[in-house]
């Protein structure tokens, strides 16, 4: 997986135009490589890779939000995007936990009486997955998943509104 994987999934779902958040979400893949990278052996070293992971899957559950949001989702998943963007100014794991922690609420009412068609269900479940990604490899094949359904959906099609045969 690389860096211009998570580009592509920005840019697909937020547009080509930088905003500030797309510029804080930009660097959080290279983030999380350049800490790999320069891992050594120690507690120090762990805590950036940990805190490095922690930003890219806030980064990704935000995208994946937006794209619910796009969807029509309702203003639980605006809260829940909006808490997953406070949470990304946190400086640690231990902040980002505490954040979110605060309004674990709203997680629970983002599923309730929600009304999802397909597609806004299958953005559900890789949320889901995202919160439950334990490592690069999974969080590597959940930006690939999240891509080709960014690529698929046709929620901001300026074509004609002709039924489709």
Same mark, same amino acid.
């Given at each position: 997986?690389?860096? %211009? /994987?998570?580009?592509? &999934? ?14 804080? =979400? ?5 983030? &999380?490589? @350049? ?14 890779? %940990?805190?490095?992971?922690?930003r890219l899957r806030l980064g990704l559950g935000i995208?994946? /939000?937006? /794209? ?14 909006? =808490? ?18 605060? @309004? ?5 009412? &983002? ?14 479940? =890789? ?7 334990? %490592? @690069? ?15 698929? /959906? ?12």
């Amino acid at each position: 997986m690389s860096d %211009s /994987l998570y580009q592509d &999934l920005l840019q697909q779902v937020f547009g080509p135009q930088p905003t500030d958040l797309t510029l804080q =979400l930009s660097p959080l893949y290279f983030d &999380l490589e @350049k800490a790999l990278q320069e891992a050594r052996p120690g507690r120090k070293s762990q805590e950036e890779v %940990s805190f490095r992971f922690e930003r890219l899957r806030l980064g990704l559950g935000i995208t994946l /939000l937006q /794209l619910l949001t796009d969807l029509g989702g309702d203003e639980e998943s605006l809260q829940v995007r909006d =808490l997953l963007k406070e949470a990304l100014q946190a400086t640690s794991v231990q902040a980002i936990d505490q954040i979110i922690q605060k @309004k674990a609420h709203l997680f629970e009412e &983002l599923y309730t009486d929600l009304y999802v068609n397909a597609d806004a269900e299958h953005v559900l479940a =890789l949320f889901e997955e995202t919160l439950n990604a334990s %490592s @690069k490899e999974e969080t590597d094949d959940l930006l690939e998943r999240t891509l080709d359904l960014a690529e698929d /959906l046709e929620f901001q099609s300026d074509e004609d509104d002709a039924p489709q045969e």
